[in-house]
């Protein structure tokens, strides 16, 4: 019932920037996480960047000091800006949001957690 839509990847020159935009739709009571996950040819899908409901960012290693999460609650989006970018940044970008869905069944409204991937966005960075 949670759509999850990413946008801003494409190709970048090393030492660029990009912005990857994440917004969530559909039946969303609240969302309490967003993530950001990247996964390059031949590799696992790696864990970039958190921030909590609260708004606690928390990264990975190898992008701390050149990636920036962020969140807009009024939008259900969540924003990866992306400076400093290397060769090694060449994956593509995947959002997952986690939170609480609101329906309405056999006559009273049911609250639900869900965790919802988007499709992914390819990001490069290359010469």
């Known amino acids: 019932q949670v759509q999850v839509v990413e946008s801003g990847g494409g190709l970048v020159q090393p030492g660029g920037s990009l912005r990857l935009s994440c917004a969530a739709s559909?039946?969303?009571?609240?969302?309490?996480?967003m993530h950001w996950y990247r996964q390059a040819p031949g590799k696992q899908r790696d864990l970039v960047a958190t921030i909590t409901s609260g708004g606690t960012p928390n990264y990975a290693d190898y992008v701390k000091g050149r990636f920036t999460i962020s969140r807009d609650n009024a939008k259900n989006t969540v924003y990866l800006q992306m400076n400093s970018l290397k060769s090694e940044d060449t994956a593509v970008y995947y959002c997952n949001v986690e939170g609480v869905t609101t329906s309405q069944a056999m006559g009273s409204r049911r609250f639900v957690p869900f965790g919802s991937w988007g499709q992914g966005t390819q990001v490069t960075v290359s010469s």
């Open positions: 559909g039946s969303i009571f609240s969302i309490n996480a």
